[in-house]
């Protein structure tokens, strides 16, 4: 990676809509909270390689609706700079909770936020049931129910 660079997209400026279907099944998902959210492309030179976003549940809690790495940067830490990011983005605006959502068939992605300090939080039971016009599978398996992760932001005294 030579260069990389986080930019906050605006409201005139184009949805991401390549990047965050790499995470998200529809464009119709995406706009249940696309509106709502702080979106943030991270370049590599002149490339868009990752995206995010973040949408605020409360004063208190932030979560990370989408996440995604494009497949030629996947595996070279970039998800994790992304989690990095989001963690100090929730520490400056005085949140004390990120959350995060997964398919219970995700079991690389829930290992992935464990490994960033994420733990389970509980479970949304048949949310890709409810939330989307057609059954989706991952690894074969129909994605039924969202894991969801939390990660505490801890405060200095």
């Known amino acids: ?11 005139d400026d184009e949805i991401p809509y390549e990047l965050l279907l790499l995470a998200d099944e529809t464009i119709e998902a995406i706009n249940q909270y696309i509106f ?6 991270l370049n590599n030179g002149d490339h868009d390689i990752a995206v995010m976003a973040l949408h605020e549940n409360s004063t208190t809690e932030i979560e990370l609706k989408n996440i995604a790495v494009t497949e030629n940067c996947r595996n070279k830490g970039i998800g994790s700079i ?4 989001a963690k100090e983005l929730a520490t400056e605006k005085h949140y004390t909770s990120l959350l995060v959502g997964t ?3 995700g079991l690389q992605q829930i290992r992935f936020y464990e490994k960033n300090g994420f733990v389970k939080k509980g479970i949304r039971k048949d949310f890709f049931i409810e939330n989307y016009p057609f059954p989706i599978y991952e690894s074969g398996i ?5 894991v969801m992760l939390e990660f505490l932001i801890r405060r200095e005294r």
């Open 1 to 11: 990676m030579d260069h990389l660079t986080f930019r906050r997209i605006g409201p």
């Open 36 to 41: 709502a959210s702080e979106v943030y492309i």
């Open 82 to 85: 992304l989690i990095d990011k």
């Open 103 to 105: 398919s219970d068939t």
């Open 142 to 146: 129909q994605m039924r129910d969202m």
